[in-house]
């Protein structure tokens, strides 16, 4: 009895094992192809994400020329886009903005700025809605146009007055760069209007009297 059921076991094996063999034989494999298929991709490792201080860095976070790729980017170029930073000449957090333009933009105190990351955020909105609003006209007749080599945008106008001031952006515009400015780490309009070009600052509304508080 015993040998009846495993010679019967063993024949529903094999008839299994069969019909698998002969339903994969089947498959038509010719309508699976690769041809024109992108299959190299790059997976960033350690030394892709952490580069060394004194390198150039572009950076987009997969944000593209948007208005967040916008503030981002200059957060980043200002302060490593940390919101703790207090450099040497006590510019503060991840815009790095001065006592004085905190007090015009509607802060006065200094230290709650630096505990609040969304303060930051508002902060760097309203001053550039007041830029916007100063630069409206040099933004309406440079736009597109091109200074010293480098393609005047809004956006890197806007990011020009971060940096500068938008008094010193007039002057260098409407002397067609004969008017120059550099911060106190050397650094120039001409680099900012390159280095942010071309990003969507449409969101930006122009705001003589913008405060945050």
């Known amino acids: 009895m015993k040998k009846s059921i495993l010679h ?23 309508t699976y192809k690769t ?32 208005y967040v790729g916008f503030k981002e980017a200059l957060g980043f170029k200002e302060s490593r886009g940390s919101y703790t930073v207090v450099n040497r000449f006590g510019y503060m957090g991840k815009y790095q903005f001065s006592k004085s333009t905190l007090k015009m933009i509607g ?3 200094a230290a709650r700025f630096m505990e609040d990351a969304c303060l930051q955020e508002k902060a760097f909105g309203a001053y550039a809605s007041r830029n916007k609003w100063i630069l409206r006209r040099d933004i309406k007749r440079f ?24 008094g010193n952006v007039k002057k260098f515009l ?35 009297k ?3 508080l």
């Open 35 to 66: 041809e024109g298929m992108v299959l190299n991709f790059h997976v960033p490792i350690q030394s892709d994400a952490a580069p060394a201080l004194d390198e150039e860095v572009v950076f987009d976070l997969f944000l593209g020329k948007t």
């Open 107 to 109: 802060i006065y105190n």
């Open 174 to 208: 409407r002397s067609f760069g004969a008017e120059g400015f550099q911060d106190a780490n050397g650094t120039s309009i001409r680099h900012y209007l390159k280095k942010f070009s071309g990003y969507d600052t449409s969101h930006i509304v122009p705001n003589r």
């Open 210 to 212: 913008a405060k945050v």
């Open 143 to 166: 736009d597109g146009r091109y200074i010293g080599g480098v393609k005047v945008t809004e956006s890197g106008i806007l990011a020009a007055a971060h940096l500068a001031g938008a």
């Open 8 to 30: 019967i076991a063993l024949i529903l094996i094999i008839s299994v094992l069969t019909v698998s063999t002969l339903s994969f034989k089947k498959v038509d494999l010719s």
